[in-house]
């Protein structure tokens, strides 16, 4: 589903990303680990297609389409998700309407019939389940006042809602209680398809003690420099990263 291969990207004239790969198949979970300003948010962003990043080398193919000659817009339309770490407040926007307008346009993209307002209700009411979201909270705009855990539940409610192949999801634990790291972690969960992929970037090994990765990767250095089963994640939460650090200094790691 997505192959990324050699990526080089720079900010501003600085090289953030050294060489990532990484291949995500269909039905599986990738998690993404790492320190903090290693170039997690920077691959996110560079998936999601946002501006100001310059890739310099290397390709990400989703699909089979070149994924960087795609907008942002097509990104979306063509199953692509991202939830990011800080999700932008939209004043005057309801969540039902924002979704009832992202939703019909994806679907129009696909050749399907808009839905009606009626199957629209039936369908959120349907996926609110899903991160026990409660009708008030699809009532207000769109991020405007959300707690840490709102602003979660509700990114988990959209892709509930958009049913996208790839969801990419950042830090997703970031300031989150416990129950509300449950309620998103039991989203992420119930989504899971074997047609659908899902990568969730974390600094924490706590947030996959509810989702269980297939895979667990290590980014240091704006590279990918460990890749393991879930229990990579334990090693990492009870090591730390300075042995990654110490490791990749030595030239053992790639
Ligand atoms: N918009 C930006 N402008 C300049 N530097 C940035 C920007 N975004 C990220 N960086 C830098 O890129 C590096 C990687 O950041 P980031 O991808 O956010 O790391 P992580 O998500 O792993 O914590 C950091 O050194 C950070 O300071
Ligand atoms: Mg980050």
């Known amino acids: 589903m997505l192959k990324i291969e050699d990526l080089h990207v720079s900010i501003k004239g600085r090289e953030i990303l050294k060489g990532v790969n990484l291949t995500v198949n269909a039905g599986e979970v990738h998690a993404i680990m790492g320190p903090n300003g290693t170039g997690?948010?920077?691959?996110?962003?560079v998936i999601a297609g946002k501006e100001g990043y310059e890739v310099t080398k290397g390709s990400i193919s989703y699909?089979?389409?070149?994924?960087?000659?795609?907008?942002?817009?097509d990104r979306a339309r063509e199953g692509v998700f991202i939830?990011?770490?800080?999700?932008?407040?939209?004043?005057?926007?309801?969540?039902?309407n924002f979704m009832r307008t992202a939703l019909n346009e994806i679907r129009q993209y696909?050749?399907?019939d808009p839905l009606n307002g009626a199957q629209f209700l039936r369908l959120m009411n349907e996926k609110q389940?899903?991160?026990?979201l409660t009708d008030k909270l699809s009532t207000r705009s769109v991020n405007e006042g959300f707690s840490g855990g709102e602003k979660k539940r509700n990114e988990i409610f959209q892709m509930a809602m958009l049913e996208p192949k790839l969801a990419i999801l950042d830090e997703t634990d970031s300031g989150l209680d416990i129950d509300?790291?449950?309620?998103v972690a039991n989203g992420v969960n119930q989504l899971k398809t074997k047609d659908n992929a899902t990568i969730v970037i974390t600094h924490y090994q706590?947030?996959?003690?509810?989702?269980?990765?297939?895979?667990?990767h290590v980014l240091f250095d704006g590279r990918i420099v460990k890749s393991g089963p879930k229990e990579l994640a334990l090693e990492l939460e009870k090591r730390g990263y300075d042995w990654i650090k110490e490791e990749y200094e030595q030239g053992k790691l790639r």
């Not at 997690?40 to 962003?45: D, G, I, N, Y």
């Not at 389409?65 to 907008?71: F, Q």
């Not at 706590?206 to 667990?216: E, F, K, N, Q, S």
């Open 83 to 96: 939830g990011f770490q800080y999700p932008v407040e939209i004043s005057g926007v309801s969540i039902a």
């Open 129 to 132: 389940k899903v991160v026990e």
């Open 110 to 112: 696909r050749g399907l």
């Open 40 to 45: 997690k948010s920077t691959l996110a962003s």
């Open 206 to 216: 706590r947030l996959l003690d509810y989702i269980v990765p297939d895979v667990v």
């Open 63 to 73: 699909n089979g389409k070149n994924l960087l000659d795609l907008s942002i817009e």
């Open 180 to 183: 509300a790291l449950r309620i």
